[in-house]
């Protein structure tokens, strides 16, 4: 992490409580050094234990990556850097349109089979993430299923829970298979994730959007 980094992400990060005088050990290790070490992981896509000697013990830095998923501090150090990302572009930080779209990945040996699918259209066996960005391609939602789950059966659960994230959407971009049902036509009625959404007219590859109340600024 470079040092310009450093001085945007440091004031997102929370303070430790020794630091505050509320108790409890100091850290062995910086949050900056732990935050190197879990980004080369992303970054790489290797295993905790192929962690580079440089990097402190895989096993702390595992466990510090786990204690903050666990306690929400990762998403919420995310959703503070897209703030401030859309507040640079010149944007609110809540979004008012979103795109959502899916993508088979193969997965591992080790994935049990109650948990992937095959994707007959992509060919693909494993899993598939469901993923809302905003405009700029910033990540809102993300759920993960068999890749056998249909977009629009994965796509009910996961707009409501954008739309409990965040009230201010209005406006959803999505691709719309053909002899696909409108998410009111289906079981579950749309009005339980507090949206009023309608199909535009689909084009000859398929798309299309699905448009809430009123249109605003994204």
Not at 41 to 59: E, H, I, Q, S, T
Request: include cysteine; glycine fraction near 8%.
């Amino acid at each position: 992490m470079s040092e310009a980094e450093w001085r945007v992400v440091r004031p997102l990060l929370p303070v430790p409580a020794w630091l505050e005088g509320r108790g409890g050990r100091p850290e062995g290790y910086c949050h900056r050094v732990m935050l190197d070490a879990v980004r080369y992981v992303v970054d790489n896509g290797v295993k905790w234990a192929n962690l580079p000697a440089d990097f402190p013990p895989y096993r702390r830095v595992h466990a510090f990556a786990r204690r903050w998923q666990v306690t929400g501090l990762l998403a919420e150090l995310h959703d503070r850097l897209r703030d401030r990302v859309r507040e640079k572009e010149g944007r609110l930080p809540d979004p008012t349109a979103a795109i959502v779209d899916s993508q088979s990945v193969r997965a591992a040996v080790n994935i049990p089979r109650s948990t992937s699918g095959w994707d007959g259209g992509k060919k693909v066996g494993g899993r598939k993430r469901h993923l809302v960005v905003d405009c700029l391609g910033l990540v809102l939602a993300v759920a993960v299923s068999a890749a056998s789950v249909q977009d629009r059966d994965a796509a009910v659960p996961l707009l409501q829970r954008l739309r409990g994230q965040y009230f201010s959407i209005r406006l959803v971009w999505a691709d719309i298979l053909p002899g696909a049902r409108k998410p009111e036509q289906r079981d579950q009625p749309a009005d339980q994730a507090k949206c009023q959404t309608s199909r535009a007219g689909p084009s000859p590859t398929g798309s299309g959007s699905l448009s809430l109340s009123r249109t605003d600024r994204a």
